[in-house]
């Protein structure tokens, strides 16, 4: 925390959780699916479904999804935008359980690509990603992430960290997963830098590895 | 020399130790931290300022309507008002007033502001310290200096308290901001690091206990008048400050005690929208006058 934080971040208004977050967690949606979305089903939740309107959450999260900042002045048109890119959105109310009150899910899908994000607005713009197709993860988008799917399996682990190893990675967290022991299973790694194009694509090429995606750190515009 | 950060008394040992203003030491402290040159601290301050003051300009330029009505253009009205000659204190007050209505009004209607400390009190920092920097002739120099004070007093408020609506109520939002501007003010002015800890103290004592009742839950009443009245109170706080009175407590006595005093505000007067103004039956459309479009 600085003193940029405390005047700061620059933003659209009305509000850091409701609109700002909300910004940060479409683009982390949109990042991670590493193409430009087609189809968006957006549930709201709690806070986000009771004062999303008045606060224009529902804005905020579609201009996330179409690639604006937080401080894009275009945030409040960001329905007509979407349309006129042939976004096709919808949007619904859900009950996530207990979780935080500023929470969202969004089931996104592109040409190529398709997944289900769960993640909270959680103050000041800073956002938590807490569902991932399923998986718990835990990210902020404050560090360059890759995230891997692959089959459960000895290995996979020691081949990931190898790579990233070698190339000088510095690993800030990391966190694995498996929906059942043999299923499927995702990786998620946090780096202190972003890695060059040819160490994602050393991971993809390791021997059963299904999926390797890349989102980099979040930005705050402005 | 490592600073031991987090108390306003920490700070203000360290100018004193190092003989210099509060807002060098913040620079100083800050460009430590984050590891960036000084100079580039203070380009990144003045395009804060820079934006700002765009939203500021918006607001009083153009009436802001919010969409749920409950806003409009409230800061235009009061340029025109101030234009008339009707002011009661003459024309930098009614600016004062007017600017930290602006900015709130900007934000709430969805424009660019910058959220100081939140976007909810974004229109305290600009109406005092612009207002004030305008009508007494200072550099923008001296303006950058001034928010790296009351940016310096935020940090130690989120330190020692909060900044938050939801865990602290308005006193923590708009009490802080007012608390930040006062300290501000005073380095603006030329005062010593003492005058700027009465200042913080004085502020952040006028609005203790102040709750968090967003009508329908949004950023627009009754926070965008707080605003205002937050401004008025950190130039009020400044001004007996400037003037040789000493606050009784230290300003970190006085924001750690609205920390407690944050924690046991019950949650219905902490932005929840339950309690408070927000407990009254919703303004409907008569009040809006058809702004809504619901007419």
Not at chain 2, 80 to 96: H, I, K, N, V
């Amino acid at each position: 925390m600085g003193i940029f934080d405390i005047l700061g971040p620059v933003m659209v208004g009305p509000s850091s959780s409701h609109t700002a977050g909300a910004v940060r967690i479409g683009q982390f949606g949109r990042l991670l699916l590493g193409e430009e979305p087609g189809r968006a089903v957006i549930g709201l939740h709690g806070s986000f479904a009771a004062t999303g309107e008045g606060h224009g959450t529902p804005l905020a999260l579609l201009a996330g999804l179409l690639g604006m900042d937080p401080d894009d002045e275009g945030i409040p048109a960001a329905m007509e935008i979407a349309r006129e890119r042939g976004l096709d959105f919808r949007f619904e109310t859900t009950d996530l359980g207990e979780v935080h009150p500023n929470s969202v899910r969004m089931a996104l899908k592109g040409e190529d690509a398709a997944l289900e994000l769960r993640a909270s607005s959680v103050g000041g713009g800073r956002i938590q990603v807490w569902g991932l197709d399923g998986f718990p993860v835990f990210l902020e988008g404050v560090y360059p992430t890759v995230l891997l799917v692959y089959p459960d399996r000895p290995g996979m682990l020691a081949m990931v960290t190898t790579i990233l190893g070698n190339a000088g990675m510095n690993i800030a967290t990391i966190k694995a997963h498996r929906d059942s022991r043999g299923g499927q299973a995702l990786m998620t790694v946090e780096l202190d830098h972003t890695p060059a194009v040819g160490i994602l694509n050393a991971l993809r090429h390791l021997p059963y590895m299904e999926q390797v995606r890349f989102v980099p750190r979040l930005g705050f515009g402005g | 020399m490592t600073l031991v950060a987090g108390t306003l008394s920490a700070y203000r040992a360290a100018a004193l130790e190092r003989d210099a203003p509060l807002w060098s030491v913040f620079l100083a402290e800050e460009a430590a931290q984050s590891g960036r040159d000084p100079s580039a601290l203070e380009a990144l301050m003045r395009e804060r300022i820079r934006v700002m003051r765009q939203s500021a300009a918006r607001g009083l330029g153009n009436p802001q309507m919010s969409r749920s009505g409950l806003i409009r253009g409230g800061a235009h009205r009061m340029a025109a008002w101030m234009d008339s000659g009707a002011s009661l204190l003459g024309p930098a007050f009614t600016r004062l007033a007017a600017t930290a209505l602006a900015v709130a009004e900007v934000n709430a209607c969805m424009g660019r502001i910058v959220a100081a400390p939140t976007a909810g009190a974004c229109g305290v920092l600009p109406a005092a310290l612009f207002t004030v920097a305008d009508e007494k002739g200072r550099s923008e120099e001296e303006l950058v200096r001034a928010f790296f004070t009351a940016g310096g007093v935020g940090l130690v408020i989120e330190h020692l308290a909060s900044l938050s609506g939801a865990e602290g109520g308005c006193q923590a939002e708009v009490g802080s901001a007012s608390a930040m501007a006062a300290g501000g003010l005073v380095e603006l002015m030329g005062g010593t690091p003492l005058q700027v800890d009465h200042a913080v103290a004085f502020a952040l004592s006028n609005v203790m206990g102040l709750i968090c009742d967003p009508v329908q839950g949004l950023v627009e009443v009754p926070c965008v008048y707080r605003n205002a009245m937050g401004a008025a109170n950190a130039v009020v706080s400044a001004e007996i400050a400037l003037a040789g009175v000493e606050s009784a407590f230290t300003a970190d006595q006085v924001i750690e005690t609205m920390g407690r005093v944050g924690r046991r505000i019950p949650e219905e007067f902490r932005e929840t929208a339950r309690g408070g103004l927000a407990s009254l039956p919703a303004p409907g459309c008569d009040s809006c006058r058809g702004a809504c479009g619901n007419a």
